[in-house]
């Protein structure tokens, strides 16, 4: 079970929560286009495919 204090804190969103908590429990990326409900979640990689310049919201 995944228990993360950015997941407590953000239950005010539980779908975002719900998805990122899938994405880190299996260790695979987000990809969306909507990185701003996301950028709270420590050790995420999020990949917004809609960005023109092809690097994912880290900067990587």
């Given at each position: 079970m995944l228990i993360d204090s950015n997941l407590i804190i953000y239950a005010t969103q539980p779908p975002y929560a719900l998805i990122a908590a899938?994405?880190?429990e299996h260790q695979l990326?987000?990809?969306?286009?909507?990185?701003k409900d996301f950028e709270w979640v420590d050790g995420l990689t999020i990949h917004n495919p809609m960005r023109q310049d092809g690097?994912?919201?880290?900067?990587?």
């Open positions: 899938t994405c880190l990326p987000l990809a969306t286009a909507n990185e690097k994912d919201a880290s900067g990587l």
